[in-house]
């Protein structure tokens, strides 16, 4: 795992956003695919990699992008189901073409229904090829995806009851507690640990303790985003904030600077 800590929220999401670049395939043997969260977190990785495609480094328009999760019971077009989240936010700033992205589907009315486009979700990402670089935030409770405290560590895509702290969390993009969705369609940690590389990238002072507590703390089922231990290939970018609660700082900043001090 390589741990890097920015000055400041932009700098780190500069920081994100050259871990992912470096992680997709440019041999042009096959389509890259992109691994897709929501949130806050994200948002300046997404704006850097709009940077780059205007400056001619990079180029989505044959990428596929497959969102984390998506809310069960939104009607279509609700601007907060993820679907349209991820249009606005990276459709439209990456160029991704909107038909490449995949959103797991939250519209069946029973769970039968919904686990049959689940699995067929998995199918999808394995038809091509698997996800290259997945892109993650963190969850104030430790959350990843929507694999609240309590996610079995190989899960697979599935539906999964919100946990009241995520609620609250997400209910200044409703109108009211009221209107948050209990429910919700995501990628298990197992789908998301098949990924070839992952970039979290978390800031602010809000995060500092699930970041600790999933860079340094066990391996368990109370804390999903300490499966981030057990990948080949995790970038975690942060900013000082989200940083603060973590022991061993030092070492983090030691081998972020590679050979050039020895």
């Known amino acids: ?101 995949s ?27 698997g996800v290259d670089v997945q892109v993650l935030g963190i969850g104030a409770n430790g959350h990843l995806g929507f694999n609240e405290p309590g996610s079995a560590l190989a899960s697979r895509t599935r539906v999964k009851r919100l946990s009241d702290r995520t609620r609250r969390d997400n209910a200044r993009f409703f109108q009211g507690l009221e209107d948050v969705p209990t429910h919700c369609v995501t990628q298990g940690l197992g789908t998301i640990l098949d990924a070839r590389r992952l970039v979290l990238v978390a800031t602010g002072d809000a995060k500092a303790d699930a970041v600790a507590a999933a860079l340094e703390g066990p391996l368990m089922a109370s804390v999903p985003a300490s499966v981030l231990q057990w990948h080949r290939d995790t970038v975690v970018c942060l900013d000082e904030a989200a940083a603060a609660a973590l022991r061993n700082r030092q070492y983090y900043d030691d081998a972020a600077a590679g050979l050039t001090e020895r």
């Open 1 to 101: 795992m390589e741990v890097v800590v920015s000055p400041t929220p932009e700098d780190a999401a500069g920081r994100a956003a050259e871990a992912v670049l470096a992680g997709l395939p440019r041999d042009g043997g096959r389509d890259p695919v992109l691994g897709l969260a929501t949130g806050s977190s994200p948002l300046g990785l997404y704006q850097e990699l709009g940077r780059a495609v205007a400056e001619g480094r990079v180029d989505f328009s044959r990428t596929h992008g497959f969102a984390l999760d998506e809310y069960v019971g939104l009607p279509p077009g609700h601007p907060e189901g993820y679907r349209e989240v991820l249009l606005r936010e990276v459709c439209a700033v990456i160029g991704l073409p909107p038909e490449r992205l």
């Open 103 to 129: 959103v797991p589907d939250g519209s069946g009315d029973d769970v039968p229904t919904l686990m049959a486009a689940a699995r067929a979700y998995e199918d999808r990402i394995r038809e091509l090829g």
